[in-house]
């Protein structure tokens, strides 16, 4: 390996299989910015319950180990956004998925 090989592996370090991973269902989680305030209790529901699920396998993935707590922190987070969607808590869950958000900004930021 080169001086050529160097951008290949800067965008490897950068995209891991866990970032692009993370990258995705984070992404596929923005949805609910649009499903909140339709109270669209199904499809928060499908979407809290798949990707909190999701998000908790792949931080096994992981190879930076010191952010995996907080990797399942954040899975713990969204699973919040559905538990107040199934007790009717509009508000819990809108405060959980601004805190998700802040928490996946901030991971996002300095795990990979």
């Known amino acids: 390996m080169g001086a050529a090989d160097e951008p290949y592996e ?4 950068e995209n891991t299989a866990f970032g692009l991973a993370f990258a995705e269902l984070t992404t596929f989680a923005s949805t609910i910015d649009t ?3 339709r109270r669209d209790v199904r499809h928060i529901l499908l979407l809290t319950d798949t990707v909190a699920a999701d ?3 792949d931080a ?5 180990l010191a952010a995996r707590p907080d990797v399942y922190a954040l899975a713990e987070k969204l699973a919040e956004v559905g ?5 009717g808590d509009w508000a819990a869950a809108e405060a959980s998925w601004s805190a ?13």
Request: proline letters at 3%; hydrophobic letters at 50%; charged letters at 20%.
């Open 10 to 13: 800067a965008f490897d370090a």
């Open 35 to 37: 499903l909140l305030p």
């Open 55 to 57: 998000l908790s396998a």
């Open 60 to 64: 096994s993935t992981m190879s930076n």
């Open 83 to 87: 538990t107040a969607v199934r007790d």
């Open 100 to 112: 998700f958000q802040t928490e996946a900004d901030t991971i996002e930021a300095r795990a990979f």
